[in-house]
């Protein structure tokens, strides 16, 4: 069946750092790929997405791209701040027909002053 | 537009209670999801419903645990007997119908149920 795997975290960065978040997966088909975000006690909300190979989602200054090839779509974002603290889960939906996202463990990050 | 509303937000039961948990989808929504996420862990798929209608109960446990989705009202995802290990947050997420103009393939979230089992 479809899966999604993210790296394991906590990531802990400096303001105005480079973060990359890694995600891979698995599936038959044609998915679709979502990045969601989780604040503390809130649920998931859309942070970027992409419907086809090579297609680029971005968002807030986040950005990801479909990679077909390495079955890969890894989430970038050029200088992070405190207020980008949160639990970020890479997704996919539509491997197998299936209509529900199929959601990768999460990868908590933590940004600090 | 109001968005996917859950209630209620927090719920203290008993073992051996029983945990009723609703969902109003967003306004023109027509598929519900139910997902839970145990402490510290990713969210994990339970039932995929349309009104009056389960589509997709692959994630559900066999036993204690039930959904729906009638013609009028909120979607319920009801849990009997609970036990500590059920101590969860349960997401709620909506969508438009297939094939509707506005269905992205994105899910809509609530904010969640958060069930502590005493």
């Known amino acids: 069946g479809d899966s999604v795997t993210q790296m394991e975290g906590p990531v802990t960065l400096s303001e105005e750092a480079f973060l990359t978040i890694n995600c891979t997966y698995t599936a038959t088909g044609y998915p679709s790929l979502f990045w969601y975000v989780q604040y503390p006690g809130e649920g998931l909300q859309l942070l970027l997405k992409a419907t086809k190979a090579d297609d680029k989602g971005s968002n807030k200054g986040f950005e990801a791209t479909y990679r077909k090839e390495t079955t890969s779509f890894h989430l970038e974002k050029g200088s992070v701040q405190v207020s980008d603290s949160a639990v970020y889960f890479c997704a996919l939906s539509g491997g197998t027909g299936r209509r529900a996202l199929t959601f990768g463990s999460g990868t908590r990050l933590q940004v600090q002053p | 537009n109001a968005g996917v509303m859950q209630n209620p937000r927090h719920l203290v039961r008993r073992r051996g209670q029983e945990a009723r948990l609703r969902c109003s989808p967003m306004k023109g929504h027509s598929h519900v999801y139910w997902y839970r996420q145990l402490p510290e862990e990713g969210l994990k798929f339970m039932v995929y419903?349309?009104?009056?209608?389960?589509?997709?109960e692959s994630g559900m446990p066999k036993e204690r645990f039930s959904a729906e989705f009638p013609k009028e009202g909120p979607s319920i995802l009801r849990i009997q007997q609970v036990v500590r290990g059920d101590s969860a947050a349960y997401f709620c997420?909506?969508?438009?119908?297939?094939?509707?103009?506005?269905?992205?393939?994105?899910?809509?979230f609530g904010e969640g149920s958060r069930l502590t089992v005493l």
């Open positions: 419903l349309q009104k009056e209608n389960i589509i997709d």
């Open positions: 997420a909506s969508s438009p119908r297939e094939g509707a103009r506005t269905n992205t393939g994105e899910l809509f």
